[in-house]
């Protein structure tokens, strides 16, 4: 009989998963696992648990590769030496999706993302590499002139990112229609209700105050409570143009600055995004099980009461009234409708779960417990 160690077996993956005959006799034969339990102990990953499995953070680095097409083997080092779960390329330089850049830069489990530019490829791109571990959804952003933009929704365990990755070519002025766009830009990522991180050269001069592009950068940042992080030169010239920008209540941390020239004339940049897996809360409520309730006994003791029977004097105030309004029925109802407790989980507000759709799933769940 064949055997297979662990580390065999994580030889024969592959960027695409199986079949679905092929997934359902693994899990028939208990071969396979479901993706949430799927993380063994003989895989090295760099999402750790600290603080009692309650801390954890994800690997991120971002570089201005200029020409992604010779410097792969740079590009392996750099996701190997800074152990990272993504890698955020701009300037690219590919055409197409059949680049063979692309699929050189790959490494044997991370999987690439990317983004040509429309009227001129073969210069700037976007492309971002990301470990398979790693759940990723493309998110469409608005269609803007100038800068280029890709964002991407990254989830581990519960919790979920949007990745905003952004090139500026340097020969561009810096104009009022980019604030613009970069403004409605990330206007439509706040109602994902979830951390943004937004990252790339955007070519703006951040560290010189009277440069009145960054001055009108920073105002934009502020208006969106958002904050920057890099205060570093970035560029062998000097300058901090590659930026990394999040909101004020969400830190990168361990974020270093590597000297500009290893790779290309720019810095790679590296920090951990932290997130708290976030446990749900069960509130305890207690309910009545009216369901089973006969409703004719029910009727002909809420007439035999003294809601029913006797005779309200004049004098009684509203607050006799009410009082005995509510034990009386209170004391039908503990004997007919037995009390129980039971556990609410509540779950994330969703921005588009409104009251209409509220009312339609209702309506719909009605319809299915009848037929």
């Avoid at 998963?17 to 063994?40: E, I, N």
């Avoid at 105050?209 to 969106?224: I, K, Q, T, V, Y």
């Avoid at 708290?276 to 099980?289: A, E, I, Y």
């Amino acid at each position: 009989m064949l055997t297979y160690t662990a580390n065999d077996l994580w030889t024969l993956r592959h960027a695409k998963p199986p079949t679905c005959a092929m997934r359902k006799a693994s899990f028939s034969a208990h071969l396979w696992q479901p993706g949430r339990a799927r993380k063994s102990a003989d895989r090295p990953v760099s999402i750790v648990s600290r603080e009692n499995n309650a801390r954890r953070h994800l690997r991120v680095g971002w570089l201005n590769v200029w020409s992604l097409a010779s410097k792969t083997v740079a590009v392996h080092e750099a996701v190997t030496t800074n152990d990272l779960d993504v890698l955020v390329l701009t300037e690219t330089w590919h055409c197409t999706s059949d680049d063979i850049c692309l699929h050189e830069a790959e490494l044997s489990d991370f999987t690439v993302v990317y983004s040509v530019r429309e009227s001129q490829p073969g210069y700037g791109g976007i492309a971002v590499l990301y470990i398979v571990l790693l759940q990723c959804t493309r998110v469409e952003v608005p269609q803007v002139k100038t800068f280029e933009a890709l964002c991407i929704r990254f989830t581990a365990g519960n919790s979920s990112w949007l990745l905003l990755s952004i090139y500026r070519p340097g020969s561009s002025l810096v104009t009022f229609t980019f604030f613009d766009e970069l403004s409605s830009t990330m206007e439509t990522l706040v109602v994902h209700g979830c951390p943004v991180v937004v990252g790339g050269y955007l070519n703006v001069h951040v560290e010189d105050p009277s440069d009145a592009s960054a001055a009108r950068l920073s105002h934009l940042f502020h208006a969106m409570d958002m904050k920057q992080h890099v205060t570093q030169p970035t560029h062998q010239a000097g300058g901090t143009l590659n930026l990394i920008v999040t909101f004020s209540d969400f830190n990168v941390d361990d974020l270093n600055v590597d000297p500009p020239g290893a790779v290309s004339d720019h810095s790679l940049i590296t920090g951990n995004l932290p997130y708290r897996r976030m446990t749900p809360l069960t509130p305890r409520r207690r309910v009545w099980s009216w369901r089973t309730v006969d409703r004719d006994p029910l009727r002909q003791a809420i007439m035999d009461s003294p809601l029913g029977c006797v005779k309200i004097p004049a004098s009684a105030t509203a607050d006799e009234l009410f009082t005995m309004y509510d034990r009386t029925l209170r004391d039908i109802t503990d004997q007919f409708a037995s009390e129980r407790t039971v556990q609410s989980k509540l779950r994330p507000l969703i921005p588009w779960f409104d009251s209409e759709c509220r009312a339609i799933h209702r309506n719909c769940c009605r319809w299915e417990r009848r037929y």
